[in-house]
């Protein structure tokens, strides 16, 4: 029996001129994920629309639900840790973020 995919997707709407320090967030959070347990992969797709703004999503597929959480579990703590406020920054720097976990379709 085949495990079903699981991948914890977010879609990001930057404003133009919040993006070098998204862009800087972004590679602290995909280097943490890379160490954590049961992440089987992640991708970034990016695009800037007419108006100079960056819509990008990120994919970050794991073997599991539970190793999702796990995963959230160990960035909040991460983030306590350094004092970071993402809430804050996201409403700082006018981000809005869609996040869903997606199961595959097979």
Not at 80 to 103: F, S
Request: charged residues 35%.
């Amino acid at each position: 029996m085949h495990k079903v995919k699981i991948s914890l997707i977010d879609k990001f709407f930057v404003p133009a001129a919040s993006k070098a320090e998204f862009y800087e967030r972004m590679h602290f959070n995909r280097e943490f994920l890379k160490k954590l347990p049961r992440l089987i992969r992640q991708d970034a797709y990016e695009y800037t629309d007419h108006d100079g703004n960056l819509i990008c999503v990120t994919i970050a597929e794991w073997e599991s639900k539970e190793a999702i959480d796990q995963a959230r579990e160990s960035v909040q703590a991460e983030y306590k840790r350094e004092g970071v406020d993402l809430p804050g920054i996201l409403k700082r720097l006018n981000i809005t973020i869609d996040r869903g976990i997606y199961n595959a379709i097979r």
